[in-house]
């Protein structure tokens, strides 16, 4: 796209100028566990926001037939519902957008992700947790739209659909995420390797005779390099050196009970601000020691969870 070269300019320029502002808007005395007022802000507001129905990816292994799907890259971005009136995040917080952002949106329901390119989701995710909203930032975020939840046809159906009713919007802060088709695994593996290569976090399949279907199911397939996992983080743990008097690393602990700590992975925005102890994470990794500890693990992002 024409405007990607400029928007990443941009968002340099506002990153060396507006990180540190960031930074400091937060509350400090993180590394104790304490939540931002902003967060506080956020979760009373979002106690009477429904939380939205979406359709969420299962993992992607060898055998799958490919020919039922399409392929987009997966963005690392936040999640992003919009329900005809304003943005709300998966889990239920409502996105504190400028007016002037969301003032051309149709007043359909629309399922995609807020964007400002690859390799930026920490500062994407500070932009748009803010509830006072950073407009300088916000003109450098894009809604890139993948699905019309309600609509009742097939996905290929749904495309259609909303390629044309993007093409005569008038927003410039609305795309569409491009569907392609891969003849096999190779192929899907070759896309794979490119997308990483770019800096890009993986693939999304689309099965191409699916219904909007709520929750997870093969109809939505995550294709990464690695594993992923969610866990509930129990502890801080202070910083040493260069990250002395912010976070070290997380003490975190899965649904089974596996605990371990989680200390790669993070920005120093994360470290100044992390995620509070109670709330849930994602991390990558690459597979399991004999002991089911997860090998290498490293931060990806906080959970958004009703």
Do not use: C
């Not at 590394?31 to 429904?50: F, M, Q, W, Y």
């Not at 799958?64 to 399409?70: I, P």
């Not at 963005?75 to 957008?97: C, E, F, H, K, Q």
């Not at 008038?170 to 770019?198: G, N, W």
């Amino acid at each position: 796209m024409s405007h990607w070269p400029s928007l990443r300019l941009g968002l340099s320029l506002l990153l060396l100028a507006m990180l540190r502002g960031h930074a400091g808007a937060t509350t400090q005395g993180t590394v104790t566990g304490d939540v931002s007022s902003t967060s506080l802000a956020r979760a009373s507001e979002s106690s009477t926001t429904p939380v939205p129905g979406l359709a969420l990816g299962e993992v992607y292994r060898p055998g799958v037939d490919l020919d039922h799907y399409l392929v987009s890259e997966k963005l690392d971005g936040v999640r992003g519902y919009w329900n005809g009136r304003r943005l709300i995040t998966r889990g239920g917080m409502p996105i504190s957008a400028p007016a002037w952002f969301t003032s051309d949106f149709p007043a359909v329901a629309l399922d995609g992700e807020l964007w400002m390119g690859r390799g930026t989701f920490a500062f994407l995710s500070g932009t748009v947790r803010r509830s006072e909203p950073d407009e300088g930032a916000w003109r450098l975020v894009r809604y890139r739209v993948f699905d019309l939840p309600d609509h009742p046809g097939d996905f290929e159906t749904r495309l259609s659909v909303l390629r044309g009713l993007l093409a005569t919007s008038p927003s410039p802060f609305l795309d569409l995420v491009e569907q392609t088709r891969v003849a096999d695994h190779d192929a899907l593996m070759v896309a794979l390797e490119q997308v990483v290569a770019a800096g890009g976090e993986g693939l999304m399949l689309h099965r191409r005779d699916s219904l909007y279907r709520i929750g997870r199911s093969a109809d939505l397939l995550k294709v990464k390099p690695y594993l992923e996992a969610d866990a509930r983080v129990i502890a801080h743990l202070p910083g040493r050196g260069r990250h002395e008097g912010r976070l070290g690393a997380l003490v975190v602990e899965e649904a089974d009970g596996t605990r371990f700590r989680l200390g790669t992975g993070f920005s120093d925005v994360e470290r100044d601000d992390p995620p509070p102890v109670g709330s849930v994470v994602n991390f990558k990794y690459h597979g399991r020691t004999v002991n089911g500890l997860p090998r290498f693990a490293s931060f990806l992002r906080q959970v958004e969870t009703p």
